[in-house]
């Protein structure tokens, strides 16, 4: 039986976050969720909540104390504007007696991943998820209010990912030996068309959905009416209608990690049911 550590978990309202938190409270571990306001935090009563701001890595000292295991992301502050403080992070790390360290990459570079990579102080893992499923909560009031979903390029293909399965992987990583050095492409067990999304989620609200593709000139008035900013809209064109090797490649990552098998969008969308039901 793994011995129960003691884990802080940044970014841990986010999506990922408030996974590893589950996950690591599911396997006995204590947990300590950073936040920036600690009045607004809703976590379980089992969670000890700290105050800190990854921008000024000074702050993190009380909540480091004690800590075994350290969960980042790469970025904070307004916008999500990339962290450059990954450096005095892990410096503050090491001083702690953090033995391991995970990191959700952020998609590109990033100051905090180099640093981390770079860090032979401790075993470090690099978790980059491909696409989440947890994604297609945006087409919910699509569904809801008009019983449609409106994209482009409908044939691509994704090896989208529970979200719930990130937080595993990330929870073993920070508990268990073997995965330092390590850089682990989790993806789902499928790889699922946007109709093949739309059909389990009409099967799992037990209503029919609507499919209609857009071409780029109209997914692009779209998005744009939703107010994404045009170097998100530029993203999203080159992902969508020229999907990365990476993104449409399933690998058994999951089952490697945590010992069983990747969770399915049909199993997503069983959970998250009512968020599409009109």
Do not use: C
């Amino acid at each position: 039986m793994t011995e129960t550590q003691n884990i802080l978990v940044t970014g841990a309202t986010g999506t990922v976050g408030l996974q590893v938190v589950t996950e690591l409270l599911a396997r006995g571990h204590r947990v300590r969720a950073l936040t920036r306001d600690a009045a607004k935090a809703d976590f379980p009563a089992d969670v000890e909540v700290v105050e800190g701001d990854l921008t000024y890595p000074d702050s993190l000292i009380p909540a480091l104390e004690g800590v075994t295991g350290l969960h980042l992301i790469t970025f904070g502050g307004a916008y999500f504007a990339p962290l450059e403080t990954g450096p005095r992070i892990l410096e503050l790390a090491r001083a702690a007696g953090v033995r391991r360290v995970t990191v959700l990459h952020g998609g590109g570079p990033s100051r905090l991943e180099d640093a981390v990579r770079a860090d032979d102080g401790v075993d470090w893992t690099v978790l980059m998820p491909v696409e989440f499923m947890a994604n297609a909560l945006e087409w919910s009031d699509g569904i809801v209010n008009r019983g449609e979903v409106k994209e482009p390029f409908v044939s691509r293909l994704s090896a989208m990912v529970h979200e719930g399965d990130i937080g595993a992987v990330a929870a073993v990583a920070l508990t268990e030996e073997g995965h330092g050095s390590q850089e682990y492409v989790i993806t789902g067990p499928e790889l699922l068309t946007v109709g093949d999304k739309v059909a389990a989620l009409a099967a799992a609200r037990g209503q029919e959905i609507a499919l209609i593709e857009l071409t780029e000139e109209q997914a692009v008035e779209q998005w744009r009416a939703a107010g994404r900013p045009e170097d998100v809209i530029g993203f999203l064109l080159e992902a969508y209608g020229n999907t990365p090797e990476i993104g449409r490649t399933v690998v058994d990552t999951v089952e490697k990690v945590t010992g069983r098998p990747a969770r399915t969008f049909a199993q997503w969308s069983a959970e998250h049911a009512e968020a599409f039901k009109g």
